[in-house]
């Protein structure tokens, strides 16, 4: 299910920004195309016209997709008011395509590597200057980072020092945070009305409870 995530938020997004969401699903699956993902695996240098593409899975990501919409939302508003009528339809639509996915491989994507390893980089340093802290402040960050797709970056350091060292302090320091968005699905379960609500809440708390909290977060606590 989070393989396809983008497309969710694509269509989500393009409600929220007033864009066209079928480009914008389409703008999507692009990204989680499968050729994309094993350039992404390959570790070979990519470019775009010279420009030197940062390739990464875009898979289970947030911020790179919902950037792209909100950009193609000004970028097809503009082509609309410029492009006559009769032909604005297909017109603007291939220009959101070629200009929209090479922005979001060149700039929106890298920016969501850069801002999960910097702040990989900033929590270990914490951690090295006080685990306490660096505990505390995971614990209140984590599921802000969940919901931008920036906690993979943390992904890496988590699974290096298990391989490394036989244990990792990290992990256990998001537990307060999942068990919270259990708590709170469970608490919307019980209290809720909407039957269909009720439903969801109580599916997305057994999730929440073995670590996935993707769909308590997208469907419960964060609507």
């Known amino acids: 299910m989070f393989y396809f995530l983008p497309l969710l938020l694509a269509f989500t997004s393009a409600r929220k920004f007033k864009a066209n969401p079928f480009v914008a699903v389409t703008i999507a699956g692009a990204l989680i195309y499968p050729t994309i993902q094993e350039l992404s695996k390959g570790g070979g240098?990519?470019?775009?016209?010279?420009?030197?593409?940062?390739?990464?899975?875009?898979?289970?990501?947030?911020?790179?997709?919902?950037?792209?919409?909100?950009?193609?939302?000004?970028?097809?508003?503009?082509?609309?008011?410029?492009?006559?009528?009769?032909?604005?339809?297909?017109?603007?639509?291939?220009?959101?395509?070629?200009?929209?996915?090479?922005?979001?491989?060149?700039?929106?994507?890298?920016?969501?590597?850069?801002?999960?390893?910097?702040?990989?980089?900033?929590?270990?340093?914490?951690?090295?200057?006080?685990?306490t802290l660096a505990g505390a402040l995971i614990a209140m960050a984590w599921q802000i980072l969940v919901i931008f797709g920036i906690h993979w970056g943390l992904v890496p350091v988590i699974l290096n020092n298990i391989a490394v060292h036989g244990k990792d302090h990290i992990k256990p320091a998001t537990a307060p945070a999942v068990f919270s968005q259990a708590g709170a699905s469970i608490g919307v379960m019980l209290k809720t009305k909407n039957k269909k609500l009720k439903s969801l809440a109580g599916s997305t708390a057994v999730s929440a409870v073995f670590g996935i909290t993707e769909p308590a977060v997208y469907g419960v606590t964060f609507v």
Do not use: Q, W
Request: net charge positive.
């Open 45 to 131: 240098d990519v470019s775009f016209f010279g420009i030197p593409v940062v390739l990464m899975s875009y898979t289970s990501t947030v911020i790179p997709i919902i950037l792209a919409v909100f950009v193609m939302g000004y970028i097809e508003r503009f082509f609309n008011k410029v492009i006559h009528e009769s032909v604005k339809n297909f017109i603007t639509p291939l220009i959101l395509l070629v200009t929209v996915v090479p922005l979001t491989l060149i700039v929106f994507g890298p920016f969501g590597v850069y801002a999960g390893n910097g702040i990989a980089a900033v929590l270990l340093k914490v951690f090295s200057f006080s685990p």
